[in-house]
């Protein structure tokens, strides 16, 4: 349970913690697109060409790094970097890290249904639909 000094984040402050989290996914979906203009200009220089972008192929790699993102940050710390802007700490019912199973399990359904934080602006526990799924807490934390 929640201790005495551990207050359950809100839904404005989750909200903005994943904008930044976007952003910053989108930042190293970018870095992954030039390293890959950058590795075939290297490997042919005289038969350059930009890539051409495959929807499905675009659409795989941006869940995975999304998901695996997320997945690191929660298994090893806790916090993503929109949590760490926003002070905020994803734990366990028990208050410790995700399990990596379940940082991983979480991180695919924020990722798979994003409106499931919606869900906090009406549970009395300030419970993402991901929360009540999989036993975590986003709490805020204090220096």
């Known amino acids: 349970m929640t201790g005495p000094d551990e207050r359950t984040a809100g839904v404005v402050s989750r909200a ?5 989290d976007l952003v910053v996914v989108g930042a190293l979906l970018a870095l992954l697109y030039v390293g ?6 290297a490997l ?6 930009f890539p051409a972008l495959n929807l499905v192929f675009s659409g795989t790699v ?18 993503t970097a929109g949590a ?13 890290r995700l399990a990596p199973l379940v940082a991983l399990l979480r991180a ?20 993402s ?12 934390v204090r220096p």
């Open 16 to 20: 903005v913690a994943a904008v930044v």
């Open 36 to 41: 890959l203009i950058l590795t075939r200009l």
């Open 44 to 49: 042919h220089p005289g038969a350059f060409r």
């Open 62 to 79: 941006a869940f995975g790094a999304a998901v695996l993102y997320l997945t690191g940050c929660w298994a090893v710390s806790g916090c």
């Open 84 to 96: 760490v802007v926003m002070g905020l700490k994803v734990v366990s019912r028990a208050g410790r």
């Open 108 to 127: 695919a359904a924020c990722v798979v249904f994003p409106l499931g934080l919606a869900w906090v602006a009406v549970d009395a526990r300030r419970r």
């Open 129 to 140: 639909l991901q929360d009540i799924a999989f036993g975590s807490r986003v709490v805020y």
